[in-house]
């Protein structure tokens, strides 16, 4: 396993989530919502809204985990807020930085990862919406531009101010 390294502008990127005021809140049907449909689209059995923090990937919004968080050091979505716009991977069992990771080795059993970063439109990532599946596949264009378009919806939702139950 290789932990993601740590982003240049990390004191920044954590400073930017603090200020968003959604780590540790309550699950919120706004972002439920976005989860729930990208399960469904991608046909896949989990599906979460990680926030990347200091030492942990924590989840706004989980489906098919039974965990709130976990160690930054395992997390996918911390190599995925280095990237561009996706991070995929087709088999994790086939990825240096993933194939002895826990969370394929072992529970939940991740074999393809599908990470759509989310960054603020001020610029810090400080997060992903992540398609997980217990077997290897692919994404085509179409479908990563659909997680791109669900991606937007996340974001909108978590830099308005107002809160929506």
């Given at each position: ?164 139950a």
């Open positions: 396993m290789i932990p993601a390294p740590i982003p240049p502008d990390e004191e920044a990127r954590l400073q930017a989530l603090r200020e968003l005021l959604i780590l540790d809140t309550p699950p919120e049907e706004r972002f439920d919502r976005i989860t729930r449909f990208a399960m469904s689209e991608f046909e896949v059995p989990i599906a979460t809204i990680s926030l990347v923090d200091r030492d942990r990937q924590w989840f706004k919004s989980n489906f098919g985990l039974d965990a709130c968080e976990t160690s930054r050091d395992v997390s996918f979505c911390g190599h995925t807020i280095l990237e561009r716009r996706f991070l995929v991977v087709p088999d994790a069992l086939k990825d240096e930085r993933f194939r002895d990771n826990p969370l394929v080795s072992g529970p939940p059993w991740i074999r393809f990862y599908a990470g759509a970063i989310l960054r603020l439109p001020y610029g810090p990532a400080v997060g992903a919406l992540c398609l997980m599946d217990r077997r290897p596949r692919e994404i085509d264009p179409i479908g990563l531009s659909i997680l791109g378009s669900l991606r937007d919806l996340v974001v909108e939702e978590m830099v308005r101010k107002e809160l929506v």
